[in-house]
């Protein structure tokens, strides 16, 4: 490993890194699955989101190239990384499921809502009940929940429902996340929706070295973040001989792969649309390197869906698309008032997002100040 004093990495330096690693600095060719593998999951609690960041990372995306791959059983959704539901490939849901599963139970029996409904469940016969429930047919949150409960009725059976979604590899199935169509989210076991995977079994290890690939130099605390899990320093501590330090502008160690090459500081970073709860988000302890703390607090609002916009790299406001009778209109708040070009290169490149999102119809496109 390279000596922790040879670099420094400004804060410029690592949010074209992350770009680059999150496909953002310039549009990738890569297919839709492979793009999910790249990145190591896209956040997807918002059925219509990993679309949109599709949209935003590759070269002429279409909603029928992840429609397929859904449809195909290449993808699924799932909780994985903090508990969030994730768009990941088959493999990966398979592979990332068992190294997160402390998240998941932590925020199962930690969880202030259904906490203490499954306090002291017996988790081996109810889990088994819910595999046999589910092995007959597919299964809505409230659907399962009501049928464990009559079996267990001193459990209330929403707490039932979400720990059998964490507990056991629930995926949603289709339609649940197709592009335009809407309907109740119904569960299978991946194993039995999927079918066994191929022998994909990863480590601790292999796990940071992929957000490493996905995400760029990261502190130890960054990589507990994106993942939920704790005690990881011990895990870098075997990974050490093959990733390079450097130090960031607060003095702390940042690790990447060693063959990582990082991209010029002043690469020209596009304007782009995320969607909510977008991969950048919640990648880092630390999101200096996306967002001023200014702005920051502006964005972390109480309640309020994130939708962020990048202008040369950062966050600079949010976005929201209002649909009316006529048109299309897309809402920019941002945190500052722009230059005139900048403002130039977001109502072009909003108005491509339009034309993706909302195709046949009059758009608008209007800026203001966020609030």
Known sequence: ?????TMRLDRRSLNR????????????????VDAVSRLAGIQAQIPNAPYVGLWSRLTGFKPDDLVQPLLRKQVVRIALMRSTVHLVTAKDAAALRPLVQPALD???????????????????????CARKLLADQPLTAQELGQLLHERWPDRPAEALAYAMRN????????????????????????????????????????MVLRYLAAFGPATVQ?????????????????????????RDEAGRTLYDLEEAVLPPVDAPAPPRFLPEYDNLLFGFADRSRIVREDDRKLLFRRNVVIRPVLSDGFICGTWKVIRK?????LMIAT?????????EELAAEGESLLRF??????????FEMAE
Not at 1 to 5: Q, Y
Not at 335 to 343: G, I, M
Not at 357 to 366: D, G, L, P, Q, V
């Open 1 to 5: 490993m390279t000596s922790e004093s």
């Open 17 to 32: 890194a992350t770009l680059e690693r999150q496909l953002l600095l310039c549009r990738s060719s890569l297919p839709a």
């Open 106 to 128: 932590r925020d199962l029996f930690k969880n202030g809502t259904y906490g203490p409904g499954v306090s002291g469940l017996p988790v081996a016969e109810t889990t088994a």
């Open 167 to 206: 507990l056991l590899p629930l995926v949603q199935l289709p339609p649940r996340g197709i592009w335009g169509v809407g309907g109740l989210t119904r569960y299978a076991v991946a194993d039995d929706w999927l079918g066994r995977q191929e022998s994909v079994a990863l480590t601790l290890e292999d």
């Open 222 to 246: 960054d990589m507990q973040m994106w993942s939920g899990l704790s005690r990881l320093g011990s895990v870098v501590e075997r990974l050490k001989p093959r990733l390079r330090a450097y």
């Open 325 to 329: 009778r006529s048109a299309a209109a």
């Open 335 to 343: 945190f500052e008032k722009l230059p005139a070009a900048k403002r």
């Open 357 to 366: 999102a909302a195709e046949n119809t009059r758009y608008e496109i209007s």
